[in-house]
């Protein structure tokens, strides 16, 4: 017989319109697991220190970090508060749908898709970035050969979308694992380079001196310059919808969820800054770091011996594995319920979940997906920066921070007709909302910018392969939704569909009471 906390989590689900299809399973620390490793400090302050090290230096890191945090744990507290109140695996286009009109579901449904498939990809490209260079550590590999860089990439993919097919018995517990992971590996690495190298940055250097190796002049440094490398902590700490895609599948959810997702902003903001300090202390051999275009790798490989040179690295590689799988669980979470309500192309196949409760097409279909998305990466920029890598990072933050922006506007135009959840914001939610939108409509516009001159069609060093392709994902996403939903869909998608009739929901209610 079910416990009275998971009858009352299916009355919820029933009363929102849906029958419990998947395995509810995860406790709230798995909740929080799941965002707290998809955030990553292993993975994005790794593998995009460099956007901020050349756009801006150590001052768009030591306080650019703490700053774009704070605002970040802002959307965080709206958010929560949304999915106190709407608990489901569809998660931000539901409560678009549900606090507007089909149409805000619809489009906020497609950026969040994009937004996760882009994550995905980039944390597991990134991940293969990383191996390349345990592999180049330990073996004749070659780190700097583009196509096995690819190739590791694809079989990372795979074994993400394995796992989470075949591991459905283990996948939270992994969760758990990961954060623990994250944790203790994230201390290792600052121990390590506070204790190894022989010399450290002045606290001058770190908190003070600025860079702009963007090829913009000087004169944009505060305007344009600066607020492209806050991109770091703006793709680092997101993600963190993914409580909300899970929790059809957690325990106690309207609270469990709410906490989890604000709690892994909260400490992944201070893990990473105290990581991404000790990274700039190290960070002595400023020549060779800028020549490899601001690689954190080169941090460690220019201070550290040999030996926590490779340590430094595998645990940082692995915490990105982690962090991938995490990926693909919420992506495919969002991939089949956004199916469920026919909005996905195939709908059928996608909205299928196996005996075990897992939806299968979903996983591999999403993952496939993001495969497509980076092979554009295949190609190596002229000015040495990783620009495909940063576009398919600035769809993803752009992608799903715009789908986070609908349902909170719409939230605060609901004013006092919202009928919240355990966890509330009470009368606060109209300050922190309009913060949470401004911020999101800033980064929106920074962020489809070209990263730097040589991407700019007309000037003398252009070349197609630094264009930021990212407005262009966006865009094509955006434009095919809007022509889908005009020549089509508006006559037909009228938000979610409920999976259980409201009979049966006043008799699950009626079975709780």
């Not at 195939?346 to 092979?375: F, H, Y």
Request: charged share 10%; with cysteine; net charge neutral.
């Amino acid at each position: 017989m079910a416990s009275p906390t998971v009858d009352a989590d299916e009355q919820r689900l029933a009363e929102l319109g849906y029958k419990q299809e998947l395995r509810r399973k995860w406790s709230g620390f798995s909740n929080f697991a799941i965002s707290f490793s998809i955030i990553s400090i292993l993975a994005g302050c790794f593998t995009t220190f460099g956007q901020a090290w050349m756009n801006g230096g150590p001052v768009a890191i030591s306080w650019g970090w703490p700053l774009i945090s704070i605002f970040i744990l802002i959307i965080g507290f709206c958010m929560s508060e949304l999915v106190s109140a709407y608990p489901t695996a569809g998660g931000i286009y539901w409560w678009a749908a549900k606090m507007g009109k089909p149409i805000h579901g619809w489009f906020t449904g497609w950026l969040n898709l994009i937004g996760l498939i882009a994550v995905t990809a980039s944390v597991d490209y990134g991940c293969a970035t990383f191996l390349s260079l345990v592999l180049d550590a330990y073996t004749s590999w070659d780190s700097g050969n583009l196509y096995l860089t690819f190739l590791l990439f694809v079989v990372i993919l795979v074994l993400h979308a394995a796992i989470n097919i075949f591991g459905h018995n283990v996948i939270d517990v992994l969760q758990n694992v990961s954060v623990w992971w994250h944790v203790f590996g994230a201390a290792a690495v600052v121990l390590i380079l506070v204790i190894v190298p022989e010399k450290h940055q002045s606290l001058q250097f770190v908190f003070t001196e600025r860079f702009n190796h963007s090829g913009y002049s000087d004169g944009l440094y505060w305007f344009l310059v600066l607020p492209f490398g806050f991109l770091l902590t703006q793709y680092t700490i997101t993600g963190f919808d993914a409580c909300a895609h899970v929790s059809e599948e957690t325990k106690g959810a309207s609270t469990a969820a709410a906490k989890g997702l604000w709690q892994s902003i909260f400490y992944s903001a201070i893990g990473g800054w105290i990581l991404l300090l000790s990274f700039l202390f190290a960070a002595t051999d400023v020549d060779a770091i800028t020549e490899a275009a601001g690689f954190s790798g080169a941090i460690f490989e220019t201070s550290l011996s040999s030996g926590f040179f490779k340590a430094v690295i595998l645990i940082s590689t692995i915490g990105q594995f982690f962090c991938g799988m995490s990926c693909v669980t919420s992506m495919s979470r969002m991939t089949y319920a956004f199916s469920r309500d026919r909005a996905v192309p195939g709908w059928q196949l996608w909205s299928k979940v196996d005996r075990n409760g897992t939806p299968v097409n979903a996983i591999l279909g999403a993952t496939a997906a993001g495969l497509v998305l980076t092979l554009p990466a295949l190609y190596k920029s002229p000015t040495g920066a990783p620009t495909a890598f940063y576009a398919v990072v600035s769809v993803a933050v752009i992608g799903l921070y715009l789908a986070f922006l609908i349902p909170i506007y719409l939230r605060l135009r609901m004013g006092d007709r919202f009928v919240p959840g355990p966890w509330t914001l009470g009368s606060k939610y109209k300050v922190l909302g309009w913060i949470a939108v401004i911020e999101i409509a800033v980064i929106s516009v920074y962020f489809v910018l070209p990263l730097s001159p040589a991407a700019i069609p007309g000037n003398k060093d252009f070349s197609w392969l630094n264009v930021n392709y990212a407005p262009l994902a966006i865009l094509l996403v955006i434009g095919g939704a809007a022509l889908w939903w005009t020549l089509s869909a508006k006559h037909w998608f009228k938000g979610p569909i409920r999976t259980i009739d409201e009979a049966i929901a006043e008799d699950t209610a009626a079975s709780v009471d």
